[in-house]
């Protein structure tokens, strides 16, 4: 079972930041947050990760709360493209452990 | 130059026939996987497998069997085709297990 809670949908207007909240209120000290989005017909696409500071990369930001309960993906100006299922998955990075994709938040970004 | 590749696209059936999914890494993974997502869109792991071990679901039904050629190669074969098989099939792969997966774009199966 996943171990994270995400809004079902969300709409965000085009250009604007599109910031997308993550539960994980369970999560264990050596567990990352990840995140991955799959857009219509698509295989999930691999976002960003982090532990427990904050990450930064060319597609997204991840905030994580100071006691790790719950996180934040920011794609700072949403384009149509964004327009997908984003997940939010917390594993421990070790052998054995796989991801388990719970439900996720539909985002739509609209013109 | 795609990462994870996966054929066929589609993949239209008849109850109880035999059929293969192709999948390619060119990223130079050691570990590779197979999803499924069924018509409610989870996403689920059926298998894991780098050369040391194969990993299994013990969800999944013996029908479905990975094999891996190569450490580039991890096709899934299917016996005796089931209705409740129809699904989107996706292969991933990482570096090694327990790292970011990447996903192929997957195989759309659909067993009439």
């Known amino acids: 079972d996943a171990k994270t809670t995400q809004p079902t949908s969300m709409d965000c207007a085009e250009g604007r930041a599109a910031n997308l909240p993550c539960n994980h209120s369970?999560?264990?000290?050596?567990?990352?947050v990840y995140w991955y989005r799959q857009i219509h017909s698509q295989g999930p696409q691999y976002i960003i990760h982090?532990?427990?500071n904050n990450e930064t990369n060319e597609m997204a930001s991840l905030i994580i709360t100071e006691d790790r309960k719950s996180s934040t993906l920011i794609l700072p100006h949403a384009t149509l493209r964004d327009t997908a299922v984003y997940y939010c998955?917390?594993?421990?990075?070790?052998?054995?452990?796989?991801?388990?994709f719970g439900p996720g938040t539909r985002l739509s970004v609209l013109p | 130059d795609t990462a994870v590749s996966q054929t066929p696209k589609y993949l239209v059936t008849q109850m109880g026939n035999d059929k293969s999914i192709k999948c390619e890494q060119n990223?130079?993974?050691?570990?590779m996987y197979w999803y499924k997502q069924d018509s409610k869109k989870f996403l689920k792991i059926m298998f894991s497998?780098?050369?040391?071990?194969?990993?299994i679901n013990e969800t999944v039904p013996n029908r479905f069997s990975p094999k891996s050629p190569d450490k580039a190669h991890l096709n899934l074969h299917i016996n005796s085709l089931e209705l409740g098989d129809s699904a989107v099939y996706f292969c991933?792969?990482?570096?090694?297990?327990?790292?970011?997966?990447?996903f192929g774009p997957g195989t759309r199966l659909l067993v009439l």
């Open positions: 369970t999560i264990s000290g050596n567990e990352y």
């Open positions: 998955i917390v594993r421990v990075v070790n052998y054995g452990q796989n991801f388990v």
């Open positions: 991933a792969s990482s570096q090694d297990t327990g790292e970011t997966q990447y």
């Open positions: 982090g532990l427990k």
């Open positions: 990223l130079g993974h050691d570990t």
């Open positions: 497998y780098n050369n040391k071990e194969l990993i």
